[in-house]
């Protein structure tokens, strides 16, 4: 995902929350409605985590120290990780305590009838120019994946994040309006915990949705399917090694690639030609995917075990037996 694109869309939406906040919490104060507050309290979260997703942007590009070798790109991935959480408990739980408590305590909106209307109505075409935003940037590498896809796969949350926020606020928003327009329409408050308690629950669903995505990409997701294909053609395309023993990726952050392979190569090389091998193949890789930015490459002779091992299937040795005499060749 292009750092810029995200970026663009971060600020859109943090701009938009901003305004849609304050304009929703003045009508929450001159009406009293719930979902008011609710939405308030919800434009406010959303503020809140764009700002956190643009601090992770700015502290993954760290250059990396002895103490984190691999460098920061992780932080992006724990950011969003804490904006899940800031939505649930911000957003989705106190929206639905608050509908519990005007469903208990029931009052109809008496007075400034037409402030929160206009307020949702003018804050639904905001977050709808927001949601925009992200659609045209998302729809600059979603490729033809479809938007759950999309969602599901990318390696860089800041899009999926806002996608998510700022469907989440424009399906909050009809709610709130549903929920305000009852309200006025029949005079039972009780429309408005109704509303406020829908808002409640579709927070807390995106938040765990959020939550789940960002823990596989915190715990090491590898790459898909067409980049290790693209991979192991690049490794066996050349003269240079007869096969991949056993290979594996990890992300270490949205736009760096590790690959780790153990490579079988003819027995009669040299050490000079090793290393003219390994680095001819290490361009192949990186031409073939960029984000391939760490790259290790382990000369081996092939054997079933060492093959196993890779997998970690290998069979302990005998007794006395090094791992690389079990399996006929010098250990590596």
Do not use: C
């Not at 808002?199 to 790459?223: D, H, Q, R």
């Not at 192991?232 to 392979?261: C, N, Q, S």
Request: zero cysteines; a neutral charge.
């Amino acid at each position: 995902m292009s750092a810029n694109g995200g970026t663009k869309a971060i600020v859109a939406a943090l701009l938009a929350n901003a305004g849609i906040a304050v304009t929703k919490f003045v009508a929450f104060l001159l009406t009293g409605s719930s979902s008011m507050l609710a939405e308030s309290i919800h434009s406010v979260a959303d503020s809140g985590n764009q700002g956190l997703l643009l601090l992770g942007g700015r502290r993954a590009k760290r250059a990396a120290t002895p103490q984190h070798p691999f460098g920061y790109g992780r932080e992006r991935y724990i950011y969003a990780f804490i904006v899940s959480i800031v939505l649930f408990s911000v957003g989705g739980l106190f929206a639905l305590y608050e509908a519990y408590h005007k469903w208990s305590h029931e009052e109809g909106i008496t007075s400034w009838h037409w402030v929160p209307v206009v307020v949702l109505v003018a804050a639904i075409i905001m977050e709808t120019f927001s949601f925009r935003t992200a659609i045209v940037e998302s729809n600059l590498v979603r490729g033809n994946q479809s938007w759950v896809k999309f969602v599901r796969r990318a390696k860089a949350p800041e899009l999926p994040v806002v996608l998510l926020e700022d469907l989440g606020a424009l399906v909050g928003l009809v709610f709130a309006l549903f929920g305000v327009g009852m309200t006025l329409i029949t005079g039972n408050g009780r429309w408005d915990a109704v509303g406020t308690a829908m808002i409640g629950v579709l927070l807390v669903v995106i938040a765990i949705i959020l939550a789940i995505e960002t823990k596989s990409l915190l715990l090491g997701e590898g790459a898909e399917a067409q980049d290790v294909a693209a991979i192991e053609k690049a490794v066996t395309d050349g003269p240079e090694f007869e096969r991949i023993i056993h290979m594996k990726t990890l992300y270490l952050g949205p736009e760096e690639l590790m690959v780790a392979a153990k490579v079988a190569v003819p027995s009669g090389d040299t050490a000079e030609v090793l290393a003219r091998s390994i680095n001819t193949v290490e361009t192949r890789i990186r031409a073939a995917v960029p984000t391939a930015r760490v790259i290790y490459l382990e000369p081996d002779i092939y054997s079933v075990a060492a093959e196993r091992a890779g997998a970690g299937t290998a069979s302990p040795a005998a007794p006395g037996v090094e791992p690389g005499e079990a399996a006929g060749r010098p250990g590596s």
